[in-house]
């Protein structure tokens, strides 16, 4: 037996409340969502997330159309994080991303120097594997920081690798050599979460 997606029309009485969407409590919430936002609009949920988004920001450089940038999105709205930034080419596959773009604040930058003039109040951390990049368990993120992105087989651009203010790696023990960079994007904001957010 198939377990159902979301949940049912609501029962009567509805429960009150502007947040609350009168066509999901009619028909029932299908949606990948957490059962607190069951019902609500999409706009109540943006704005109850943006209320009580995490500090750290995530950006992708996407210059060759990179089909992890909606891994990235949903990664980003899994931990919260206040922003997401695409680099580059405005159009992204948004597939991956299973609707959470919605929830998002989502700035588009033609330029590195354009995303650099953005976010010159946070800490720019890369994520590459650079020689100098610094092992990801040795390291402290930065709280007020934006975590970028290269894509996946070119990785980082040479110049937003130089205006990082550092860059972090990911230990690996395989043959490869680095991970997916949906998963490396996972990883990280996990680790700024583990680092900031105490549960």
């Not at 290269?150 to 790696?169: Q, R």
């Not at 990911?170 to 050599?177: A, D, K, L, N």
């Amino acid at each position: 037996m198939n377990k159902p997606i979301g949940v049912p029309p609501h029962p009567k009485p509805w429960p009150k409340g502007p947040h609350y969407d009168q066509e999901l409590l009619q028909n029932g919430d299908t949606r990948n969502v957490e059962d607190k936002y069951r019902y609500w609009t999409v706009a109540a949920i943006k704005q109850d997330l943006a209320q009580n988004a995490s500090e750290v920001e995530v950006a992708i450089e996407n210059w060759q159309h990179d089909f992890n940038i909606g891994t990235i999105v949903r990664n980003a709205n899994a931990f919260n994080a206040q922003k997401v930034h695409i680099i580059g080419k405005k159009q992204w596959n948004r597939r991956g991303a299973m609707v959470t773009d919605v929830y998002l604040t989502i700035e588009h930058h033609p330029t590195v120097q354009d995303f650099l003039q953005s976010v010159k109040n946070k800490a720019i951390i890369a994520v590459d594997t650079y020689k100098n990049a610094r092992n990801l368990p040795e390291v402290e993120l930065p709280k007020n920081a934006v975590l970028v992105f290269g894509g996946e087989g070119p990785g980082l651009s040479p110049e937003m690798a130089e205006a990082a203010d550092f860059m972090v790696k990911i230990p690996q023990y395989g043959s490869t050599r680095s991970v997916n960079v949906g998963v490396a994007s996972g990883i990280l904001l996990y680790k700024w979460a583990e680092q900031h957010k105490h549960y």
